[in-house]
């Protein structure tokens, strides 16, 4: 089975320093990995994905985030936070070899603080 | 515009009386999926569909339905529906299975009173 952590409900951060929105992972196999946004009353948007090659892996929005293999993490960091990136964001993975669900986590709920 | 159009947004129904939350998208994607979003316990995928006639289970399949005749629709129904099935619920897709970036819909809030 998979399955993704989230272990921080809510992160508050003050605008203009950086962030970092955790998550871990675990697969038997090698994961996809996924971070999307979801903005209030809306749906998820999608901001960044690993699937292969280089650990760091950049996005929209100026966000990035670090695959770890021997941590089984993928955090999502930005180096400046701007009060328009509170919102709830997922971290998600899948599994090659065809198993084909796709496995979210609980959510981390981002607070920029002016 | 590249879209996934859910309706209704907004539902309020009673126990056990049949309901079917449309899903389509315009993109030509071959997998689709259904979530439901709770609060604490994030989403869960309920079913997904990786072609036309192609579904298969989720997390929490039950007392849920799917159908997936045409490439565009993927519509959600609940035959008997439930106070437990109140809640969010969102429709995806995405071009090439799993290892590809989903598109999502807006969502439908269902209450089943």
């Known amino acids: 089975a998979q399955s993704v952590a989230q272990p921080e409900d809510q992160v508050n951060v003050a605008e203009g320093n950086p962030l970092t929105v955790k998550c871990t992972y675990s697969?038997?196999?090698?994961?996809?990995l996924f971070w999307y946004v979801q903005y209030p009353n809306r749906g998820l948007q999608f901001l960044l994905k690993y699937i292969t090659g280089d650990n760091l892996v950049k996005g929209s929005y100026g966000f990035e985030a670090e695959f770890n293999k021997s941590q089984t993490s993928f955090h999502l960091k930005k180096p400046s936070a701007l009060v328009s990136d509170s919102a709830l964001y997922f971290c998600?993975?899948?599994?090659?070899?065809?198993?084909?669900?796709?496995?979210f986590g609980t959510g981390t709920k981002l607070q920029v603080i002016p | 515009e590249a879209q996934v159009t859910q309706n209704p947004r907004y539902l309020i129904t009673v126990t056990g009386k049949k309901l079917t939350v449309t899903c389509s998208q315009n993109?030509?994607?071959?997998?689709m999926s259904w979530y439901r979003q709770d609060p604490g316990l994030g989403l869960r995928q309920i079913y997904y569909?990786?072609?036309?006639?192609?579904?298969d289970k989720g997390d929490v399949p039950e007392g849920y339905k799917v159908s997936r005749k045409e490439k565009r629709n993927f519509p959600l129904i609940l035959e008997s529906p439930s106070p437990n099935q109140t809640s969010l619920y969102f429709c995806?897709?995405?071009?090439?299975?799993?290892?590809?970036?989903?598109?999502f819909g807006q969502g439908t809030r269902l209450t089943v009173v």
């Open positions: 993109m030509n994607h071959e997998y």
């Open positions: 998600a993975v899948s599994v090659t070899g065809g198993y084909q669900k796709v496995t």
């Open positions: 697969v038997s196999g090698n994961p996809y």
């Open positions: 569909s990786m072609n036309v006639e192609v579904t």
């Open positions: 995806a897709s995405s071009n090439g299975g799993v290892n590809t970036e989903a598109f």
